[in-house]
């Protein structure tokens, strides 16, 4: 497997129809977390914003989302037919990405992590 070591390398990687929608999704994310930061990580693309804020990937069928357990909990009654497990989902290449999905999974994160942001860190005492 190969290791890229920025998101145009891993992108440009692929096949046209992952490429594209994969350029889609990092648009999407750069648009609505301007200041969250470009990454690979876990050999994917990822951005961060105070932590891991989301990472995709595409593979041969699809397109996988990976936003946490929490965020797929909070969306799991509009995944529909998209096959989904704990920390992702996964869009068909085969069909239109559901933007606005996206779009909301996106916002819900940047949320997310901008309470992680704001909440004060407790030190636990010594024993």
């Known amino acids: 497997m190969e290791k890229f070591t920025t998101i145009d390398a891993y992108i440009a ?47 041969k069928g699809h397109i996988g989302l990976y936003p946490g357990a929490a965020c797929i909990e909070q969306f799991t009654n509009l995944f529909g037919s998209y096959v989904y497990s704990k920390g992702t989902v996964q869009f068909p290449i085969n069909e239109p990405l559901p933007l606005e999905l996206i779009r909301e999974i ?22």
């Open 13 to 59: 990687s692929q096949d046209d129809a992952v490429r594209e929608k994969l350029n889609t999704i990092r648009a999407l994310i750069q648009e609505l977390a301007p200041d969250a930061v470009e990454a690979i990580s876990y050999g994917i693309p990822t951005f961060r914003l105070n932590g891991n804020l989301i990472h995709f990937a595409g593979y």
């Open 106 to 127: 996106v916002l819900f994160r940047i949320g997310m992590q901008r309470d992680k942001q704001q909440k004060p860190r407790i030190k636990k005492a010594a024993r």
